[in-house]
């Protein structure tokens, strides 16, 4: 069987990404858990978390014939095979990139191509239209049905909700 070190992810049981990432460091697996900074204030006190951006995931690289040793663990309630490897990457290093600037991040409902979504801001806003296309993070196409007719426009996936 082949050796090749393949993502996969780690679906966790309730609250043990951490945990997971401490039991694979100590076994030699190496892990991705994408974590963003949460600030709370306490009573006048500033307490600091790191959080983990997708709750109950942890990604691995590893070799297929791993998993046995991850499901030894305890901590995972299910193992995901990633199909498109390539894009999978891809799309990780983008999200990394991303929290690495430490700009405000956060997880939201996927605004994906076809979905019905609603303007929450700008001058567009109370407006339903469809997600026409993607750009990176953060820029969404949208057609907006006008009497009949489309129009698309160019809008910052930050002023849309699903609809």
């Not at 082949?2 to 043990?16: L, M, N, Q």
């Not at 974590?35 to 307490?47: E, P």
């Not at 499901?71 to 498109?84: H, P, R």
């Not at 605004?111 to 997600?131: A, C, F, N």
Request: proline letters at 6%; aromatic letters at 10%; charged letters at 25%.
């Amino acid at each position: 069987m082949d050796d090749t070190p393949i993502w996969f992810v780690a679906h966790t049981r309730p609250r043990c990404e951490k945990k997971l990432c401490a039991y694979c460091e100590r076994e030699g697996l190496p892990t991705t858990l994408v974590t963003y900074r949460s600030v709370k204030n306490y009573r006048g006190k500033t307490a600091t978390f790191e959080k983990p951006l997708f709750p109950g995931y942890v990604f691995l690289k590893m070799p297929p014939l791993g998993r046995q040793k991850i499901f030894q663990s305890d901590y995972v309630a299910n193992l995901l095979e990633v199909s498109d490897q390539a894009l999978f990457e891809f799309q990780l290093e983008e999200i990394l990139a991303a929290v690495e600037t430490n700009v405000e991040i956060q997880l939201v409902p996927e605004i994906g191509v076809g979905r019905k979504v609603l303007i929450k801001s700008g001058p567009l806003r109370g407006q339903e239209g469809w997600v026409e296309e993607r750009y990176g993070m953060t820029t969404v196409l949208l057609r907006l049905d006008f009497i009949g007719k489309a129009a698309a426009v160019k809008v910052e996936a930050s002023q849309l909700e699903l609809a």
